[in-house]
C-alpha cells in the first residue's frame, strides 16, 4: 500500500514509513509506525531492517527508531 505524497505521487513505503516517523517527532515502535501509516508490520518491520542496515534510522531509545540526522 502506497500513500500519495504532497506533489500527488505514489510514496513507497520506505518513504511513508519515514514522513509518519518525521510526523510524530519522537522516537516509534515498529508496531506504532503501522498504525500510523495503515502498512501491514510485515511490511514495517522488512523496511525497518533495511533502513536499520543503511543507516536511515537510528535508535535513541531501546526498541524505537528515528531518522538518522543528516
Known amino acids: 500500500m502506497s500513500v500519495k505524497g504532497d ?12 514522513e509518519a516517523m518525521k510526523k ?4 516509534l515502535a515498529a508496531g506504532k509506525v503501522a498504525e ?3 502498512l501491514d508490520r510485515k511490511v514495517v ?10 543507516g536511515t534510522i537510528v535508535s535513541p531509545v531501546r526498541c ?5 540526522q543528516k
Open 45 to 54: 518491520d522488512k523496511e525497518f531492517a533495511a533502513m536499520k542496515k543503511d
Open 7 to 18: 506533489k500527488g505521487e505514489r510514496m513507497s513505503d520506505r518513504d511513508t514509513i519515514l
Open 36 to 38: 500510523l501509516t495503515g
Open 64 to 68: 524505537k527508531w528515528e531518522p538518522a
Open 24 to 27: 510524530a517527532g519522537e522516537p
